[in-house]
RNA sequence: GCCCUCAUCGUCUAGAGGCCUAGGACACGGGCUUUUCACGCCUGUAACUGGGGUUCGAAUCCCCAUGAGGGCACCA
């Protein structure tokens, strides 16, 4: 039986690269008839939560990325945790001390570090070995226990990078059991995915160098071991990583702009607006803490948007998941034919392995964008419906207490005209409460002799309708619409008074969601104001 | 510093020696459509990192240089 994995470590959320690592090996799967398994590797005691573990589960089933086995399916209650597996790990940990495979070592970490200080003046790599003179001898305190390497040279064959060698002398001896008494993460993959029956390994190029040492372990315990393929990695556009890092750079960014701006040079102001005291918000600035969290918030009140990171940073931005899904298996895989909008089922049908690329690649927002506005426009309602209300869920517009109706009434309005959900909802502010009127617009189209002339005979046109469906609309919007010269004059006056902008739908459609009563008085408002 | 990987338009990519005058998509420019904004349609600009080989012939194969990225933890 096929079987791949995916197997995050829940120090946080659910990275977009660490989203295309698992789409890529969940089609792997799911096309060659084989089980996908979720794993958790907990086996960092200090960085792993359990709030991170669910809400990676959380958002993989947003992204529709199900798993055969794994938390919550087949198994034991708690099989697919590291943590719960110790017994496992410690007696195979036994069985290669006792095949003098493995060594305890007793240095700590501060030995250690100086061992590696003097190499590195020396110019010279530093490789734990067994064999190497200067080791510490046996002491009462923590002890570690190390793999020993063979000295050979030991080749990969990747499937997408081909054969690479790492020569004996580039080997060291890893650790297997820290001392805490946890296994590391190479000795919890290796002993895992053979007790999983793991047969393909597809996993991002970082991991490439570790190859080896998995399959010396797998040689060690006399298994065999699964075919690897190393993806190409994913950048920003300026090449550097993707890391939540990149969110408070840009708020510290944004919100030194702001405080310039506004001359709220100790953000007190800020404070109040966002609920936080202003020593949290200078500590921040000052990068004495890192907090994701809070930099969002005061984005949020500022009304900055910070790049997304986390998967669940695109839920929040208003992206479909097999919109996400699809820009990011384009990154480093092509299915050929020049195809690039492809369904699940389609990405199903043309996935393999071979036809991953082996070049990093940059992740292009503009063209994600234009791939979420491609699959809102192709969706039909109720999938419209389903997404938007997942993306409300999470987010805290003024539609969030709009109907199911009112929503697919906004929906048929803004499908054509909105890239992500997030922009339909500031975008439909004005159905729901007061427009914020743009001053410019209404200066423009409204505050002027022709503007105010259109309302004065916009208004008794549609104060005469009673019947205010569309349909029933419709011939007093076709006589707004011939005032004036040439076709539609009169237009942005009425939607500037009516939405509060230049921009907005149509206004047939507009005006019969809004209602006679906001519509009128909003009209009304700006005539008697003038 | 050492080891490893990669290298086609600004970006994602097609290209597995002649089909390449290098194709598609995003972005950008122009036009059409239009009650605003979009959508849609038409159209334009734009690339084989450099140098050596191999070959009748190289974006495609080899070598070197350069550039980019990854790894060198009691993190995964």
Redesign the pocket.
């Known amino acids: 039986m096929m079987k791949t994995r995916f ?3 829940p ?1 946080g959320f659910l990275h977009v690269g660490g989203a295309r690592t698992a789409l890529f090996n969940w089609l792997y799967a799911r096309r060659l008839g084989g089980k996908f398994i979720l794993r958790i ?8 939560t359990a709030e991170s573990a669910a809400g990676i589960l959380q958002d993989m089933l947003w992204l529709g990325l199900n798993w055969d086995e794994g938390p919550q399916v087949g198994g034991g209650k708690n099989e697919y945790f ?1 943590s719960m597996r110790l017994t496992t790990y410690e007696e195979l940990i036994q069985k290669l001390l006792k095949d003098g495979r493995a060594y305890e ?5 501060e ?3 100086a061992m ?1 200080a003097i ?2 003046k020396a ?6 070995r067994r064999a190497m003179p200067g080791r510490a001898l046996r002491t009462e ?4 226990i190390r793999f020993d390497m063979p000295y050979e040279d030991i080749t990969i064959h ?1 499937a997408i ?7 004996a002398d ?1 080997h ?1 001896d ?2 297997i ?4 008494g ?5 000795f ?2 290796v002993a895992d995915d053979h007790a999983m029956g793991v047969t393909h390994v597809l996993r ?7 190859t080896p040492k998995h399959l010396a372990l797998y040689r060690a315990l006399g298994w065999e071991p699964p075919t690897y393929a ?1 993806t ?4 920003n ?1 300026d ?3 993707m890391s939540k890092r990149d969110k408070t750079r840009a708020a510290r960014a944004g919100l030194q702009a702001y405080a310039k701006r506004t001359a709220d040079e100790n953000y007190s102001k800020l404070a109040v607006a966002a609920k936080v005291s202003p020593e949290q918000i200078q500590a921040f600035m000052a990068k004495k803490v890192d907090d994701t969290a809070l930099a969002a918030t005061l984005a949020g009140t500022i009304g900055l948007d910070l790049p997304e990171i986390d998967v669940q940073d695109f839920r929040r931005s208003g992206y479909m998941a097999d919109a996400l899904l699809n ?1 990011i298996a ?5 299915p ?6 492809l369904s699940r089922q389609e990405m199903l049908n043309l996935f393999s392995v ?11 927002r ?6 979420n ?2 699959y809102i ?1 192709k969706a039909s309602m109720d999938e419209l419906l389903a997404a938007l209300k997942s993306f409300i869920e999470v987010t805290d517009y003024p539609l969030k207490a709009a109907s199911d109706a009112v929503l697919r009434e906004l929906l048929a309005m803004y ?5 992500t959900f997030a922009e339909m909802a500031r975008n439909c502010g004005f159905f729901f409460q007061d427009p914020v009127y743009d001053e410019k617009a209404k200066s423009k189209f409204v505050n002027t002799d022709e503007g105010q002339a259109f309302l004065r005979q916009i208004y008794p046109i549609l104060d005469a309708v009673t019947d205010w469906r569309k349909e029933a609309l419709t011939p007093a ?1 076709e006589q707004i ?1 011939s005032l004036g010269e ?4 009169a ?2 006056a ?2 500037v008074a009516v ?1 509060g ?10 005006i019969a969601l809004l209602g006679r009563d906001k519509t009128l008085s909003r009209l009304k408002a700006f005539i008697s104001s003038h």
């Open positions: 197997a995050p470590s120090t590797e907990d086996t960092d005691q200090v960085r792993s590291q070592c007793y240095e700590t970490p030995q250690l570090a590696r190499f590195d110019k010279r790599p530093f490789r734990y305190g923590p002890t570690v990747d990078l081909g054969p690479v060698t790492v020569r580039e060291d890893i650790i059991r820290k001392s805490d946890f296994p590391t993460y190479h919890a993959v991002a190029q970082e991991h490439l160098m570790n190393h190409p990695l994913v950048f556009m090449s550097t990583k820009f384009l990154i480093g895989w092509a050929g034919e020049n195809r690039e909008v071979e036809t991953i690329g082996k070049t990093n690649g940059r992740f292009d503009k063209k994600l964008t234009w791939m506005g491609e426009r499908k054509d005209r909105m890239a919007m619409l040439k076709k539609g004059a237009a942005q009425m939607r939405s902008g230049a921009v907005s739908p149509p206004l047939l459609e507009t």
